[in-house]
Every structure is written in C-alpha cells, then in structure tokens.
C-alpha cells in the first residue's frame, strides 16, 4: 500500500542549528515525492519536489530509494522557517493522487 | 486575486445541520480537491474533481458530498453535521496532463465549528 510517513508530529530547534525532518515512504514503483509547507496564517504551498532537485529557502531534500525516505534539510535553522510541513507522494502514470503524511510541527527556538 | 478562494472563511453551525463550502479554483486549473484538517491530524483527502466529473474519492462520509460545475467552481455539501466535522476543510486546484508534476495549489481554507 501506498503510505507517507513523517514520524515525528513536532520538531523543536535553535535558530542556527541545522534540521531535519523525517520523511518515509512505502510505494513499488517510481514515485514523486513533494514537501509542502504552511507557514501560520498562509495557505498550504509547494516548497519542494525532488524531481527539480532545487534548493528552496535554503531546505534541500533527497530522494533516497534504498532507504524510501525524502527527508528535508537545512543546514541553519531560522525563525521564520517556523511552520507546518507536510511530505507528499504522487503515484506513477495518470494517477495525479497525492498521499500526505500526517504532517511535522517545526518549531525554531530564538 | 486569482489564486484559489474558499467561502465562507468561518462558518460556525449547530449539530444536525447542512452547510456548503464553496470553492473557486485558479484560472486555467480542472482540477479541484477537498481535503479535511482536523486538529492534530494532517490532510484526508475527501474528493477530486476534473472538468466537472469526480475523479478519485477518499474517506468522505456518505453525509457528505461534492460538485464541480460547468464553470469550474465546487461546493462541498456538509450534512446532518456532528461535532466531530469541525475542521478546517481546504480546497485546492491543479492543472493536470502529461508532465505535469503534480503541484497543488491550495486556498485558505474554510473552518467550520459545529457546537
């Protein structure tokens, strides 16, 4: 079965330290995987998918199949990177179905 | 603003009630789906919409139910509502088609506080 799992629901850090936040995945073929993030009082938006392999607001994320993981990373952690984030998984073919994991509170800590 | 838009922003109803949640999606987008945010869980997908046929359902209760019409627009139909249906329920829009990558995008969100 198709499953996205972010295992931790909150993640708290200081400001400058560097961050990660988990992303596991469960899917045979060749998925696309997307962070989405919701910043307090704004609507859900992209911030990355691994098929552009960019780096947004200074976040990467790898697509690891050997492990299925898609975590995202940032070197140094900053305020405003406080948000809700979310993992995403698009099936192959015409399947245009997102699967969402359960979402990772990221707090930074001035 | 052509963005995706969501009426009403709040809507606070008492239990037993029908309400509908009404959904504009970006220019251009067929696309439109409803998701449900309860507090402390993530996104459940409800329903999806292309070019006014339903698409793909998820965990939406028989008590609840969706259109697109011609002009693209949604409602999401909300009845004999349970305490348990207050949520913010999202609304978001795609283009979809070969190479697409599957980048939604959402609107506001409409909270609904059923008491």
């Known amino acids: 079965a198709q499953r996205v799992t972010q295992p931790e629901k909150l993640l708290s850090v200081f400001k400058g330290a560097p961050v990660e936040l988990k992303c596991n995945y469960s899917?045979?073929?060749?998925?696309?995987l997307f962070w989405y993030v919701q910043y307090s009082r704004q609507r859900l938006q992209l911030l990355l998918r691994?098929?552009?392999?960019?780096s947004i607001k200074g976040f990467t994320a790898d697509l690891n199949k050997g492990e299925t993981s898609f975590h995202l990373k940032k070197p140094f952690a900053q305020e405003e990177d406080s948000a809700m984030y979310y993992c995403?998984?698009?099936?192959?073919?015409?399947?245009?179905?997102?699967?969402w994991g359960a979402g990772t509170k990221l707090i930074i800590k001035p | 603003d052509s963005g995706v838009t969501q009426t009403p922003k709040h809507l606070i109803t008492a239990t037993g009630q029908r309400v509908t949640l009404r959904c504009s999606p970006r220019?251009?987008?067929?696309?439109v789906y409803w998701y449900q945010q309860s507090l402390d869980q993530g996104l459940q997908f409800l329903i999806q919409?292309?070019?006014?046929?339903?698409?793909a359902k998820g965990n939406i209760l028989e008590r609840f139910s969706a259109q697109q019409f011609p002009d693209l627009h949604s409602e999401l139909n909300l009845s004999s509502l349970e305490l348990g249906d207050s949520a913010l329920y999202f609304c978001?829009?795609?283009?979809?088609?070969?190479?697409?990558?599957?980048?939604?995008?959402f609107g506001e969100g409409s909270r609904l506080t059923v008491l």
């Open positions: 978001a829009s795609s283009v979809e088609g070969a190479g697409v990558a599957g980048e939604l995008f």
């Open positions: 220019s251009g987008d067929l696309s």
């Open positions: 919409y292309y070019n006014g046929e339903e698409r």
């Open positions: 899917y045979s073929g060749s998925p696309e």
């Open positions: 691994h098929i552009s392999r960019e």
């Open positions: 995403a998984l698009r099936g192959g073919g015409s399947n245009y179905q997102l699967i």
